[in-house]
Nanobody, 116 residues
Framework: QVQLQESGPGLVKPSQTLSLSCTVSGGSINANHWSWIRQPPGKGLEWMGFISSGGISYYSPSLKSRASISRDTSKNQFTLQLNSVTPEDTAVYYC??????????WGQGTQVTVSS
């Protein structure tokens, strides 16, 4: 059974870069697609992007090129970087395993707050 665990700072200052990692166990990072999804307070889930089993990344147009998803196969991890954050990027961030563009396995989520 695939398990995912997010890690990263819980507080980021405005204009800085948010960086989160997701460690995968029970499955190979090379054999699946992996995505990031977030949920701002009081709002619905927002799909941010994914990295394919072949290492190609795709992003939501709404992020306007601020996001970058990469992977480290030696650590079985993938990461999210989000540049130039604002308080609107405050959310619970989830890493997921994705099949046919649907999340099928989820991490527990990590709260990130953007504040000075």
């Amino acid at each position: 059974q695939v398990q995912l665990q997010e890690s990263g700072p819980g507080l980021v200052k405005p204009s800085q870069t948010l960086s989160l990692s997701c460690t995968v166990s029970g499955g190979s990072i090379n054999a699946n697609h992996w995505s990031w999804i977030r949920q701002p307070p009081g709002k619905g889930l927002e799909w941010m992007g994914f990295i394919s089993s072949g290492g190609i990344s795709y992003y939501s147009p709404s992020l306007k090129s601020r996001a970058s998803i990469s992977r480290d196969t030696s650590k079985n991890q993938f990461t999210l970087q989000l540049n130039s954050v604002t308080p609107e990027d405050t959310a619970v961030y989830y890493c997921t395993r994705q099949e046919n563009f649907f999340p099928v396995s989820w991490g527990q989520g990590t709260q990130v707050t953007v504040s000075s």
